[in-house]
């Protein structure tokens, strides 16, 4: 009986010890148990000019801030690590690049691509991520000076038509071959438009030769005519802008 009641007595007073520790952390304030909120700022999206041919401007610096919030509003700087991650396309995952230490930290961005940059937190600071995408403008554009479109009778019922134009880009920046075409619309007739396209290793003259019907280009050569250089296998190359309106030619004799 002795036992019996000495038993129940530490089970009494182990259940008064597990209350009062249960009402003490009730009574701590919320802000003691909960982690302050961090946050990365940079910038979403940066275009890296490396147009000029025989340059590069890689690698790019890159600031990364790493901050803690003090009011809802109000953030300081934060010193830690931050880590950064380039996205693989074909693998579709992140896969580590650098890291560095501190509160703004400049990072050499080796190339374009989606990034991503990551502070792992502390037992008193929450993790945070952000993400930037860098463009890089190869420079790969039309040289409208350099556009010629010709018009030579085959038959009395055909002509060849030629058209020709000048593209350039940075070989440094970009070393395998670029897509150009070229749309046109024959407004004479209800017929569809005509369209080709072809690829280049490196800088130079784009021709295209095709023979066409008298009656589908009178009165005039075409009505409506452009030509693009926008085709790549990145999609981390700036675009190029089109060349609208290639030419107009008068009625072929």
Not at 93 to 118: D, E, H, L, W
Not at 137 to 157: E, H, P
Request: glycine share 8%; proline share 4%; charged share 20%.
């Amino acid at each position: 009986m002795n036992a019996h009641a000495g038993s129940s007595r530490w089970g009494r007073l182990a259940l008064v010890a597990v209350a009062v520790i249960v009402a003490g952390t009730l009574a701590l304030p919320a802000a003691a148990l909960a982690k302050t909120v961090t946050r990365l700022v940079v910038a979403k999206t940066v275009t890296v000019d490396n147009g000029d041919p025989g340059t590069t401007a890689w690698p790019k610096a890159l600031t990364v801030k790493l901050q803690k919030r003090i009011t809802s509003t109000h953030y300081h700087a934060l010193t830690g690590t931050v880590k950064v991650y380039l996205y693989d396309v074909d693998d579709e995952a992140y896969y580590f690049v650098m890291s560095r230490k501190g509160s703004t930290i400049s990072f050499p961005i080796p190339g374009r691509g989606k990034y991503k940059f990551v502070y792992a937190g502390s037992g008193t600071m929450r993790s945070c991520a952000a993400y930037s995408t860098l463009i890089e403008d190869i420079g790969y554009a039309l040289a409208t000076n350099g556009v010629s479109v010709t018009a030579v009778s085959g038959s009395a019922t055909q002509s060849w038509v030629t058209l020709s134009y000048t593209v350039g880009w940075n070989t440094n920046a970009w070393d395998d071959r670029l897509w150009f075409g070229s749309d046109m619309w024959f407004g004479n007739t209800e017929a569809e438009s005509l369209y080709y396209e072809r690829w280049l290793k490196g800088p130079g003259t784009v021709e295209f030769t095709f023979k066409v019907n008298n009656v589908d280009i009178l009165p005039h050569l075409f009505d409506d005519a452009w030509a693009y250089v926008d085709k790549h296998d990145d999609p981390y190359v700036a675009e190029s802008s089109d060349l609208e309106n290639v030419y107009d030619m008068p009625a072929i004799d």
